[in-house]
């Protein structure tokens, strides 16, 4: 059983930053990716930066030069540094992890971007 939990989401004025955090406990043996997906109200849930064990990183191209995703395969952990936050990146924010073959998600955490 593993088990994915995040932090860091909270409300933020335009242009702020925010810090996720997650981290994944549980029998892994090995992880093969890790990565944040956001679900806005009415619409699917969407990619926003993924980064896999071979060393590749992508990014949706909305937040291309705004977020960075780090991450420490030894302690199955993984961040978003969210920079320059904007109204439309208001979302609930996912973490995946995925050791092996499988998909593990987190339970969300919100992050509201107002004035």
């Known amino acids: 059983q593993v088990q994915v939990l995040e932090s860091g989401g909270g409300s933020v004025q335009p242009g702020g930053s925010l810090r996720l955090s997650c981290a994944a406990s549980?029998?892994?043996?090995?992880?093969?990716?890790m990565g944040w997906y956001r679900q806005a109200p009415g619409k699917e849930r969407e990619m926003v930066a993924r980064?896999?064990?071979?060393?590749?990183?992508n990014y949706a191209d909305s937040v291309k030069g705004r977020f960075t995703i780090s991450g420490d395969y030894a302690k199955n952990t993984v961040y978003l540094q969210m920079n320059s936050l904007k109204p439309e990146d208001t979302a609930v924010y996912y973490c995946?992890?995925?050791?092996?073959?499988?998909?593990?998600w987190g339970q969300g955490t919100q992050v509201t971007v107002s004035s």
């Open positions: 980064m896999r064990s071979i060393g590749t990183t």
């Open positions: 549980g029998t892994i043996f090995s992880m093969n990716a």
């Open positions: 995946l992890q995925s050791p092996g073959a499988s998909n593990y």
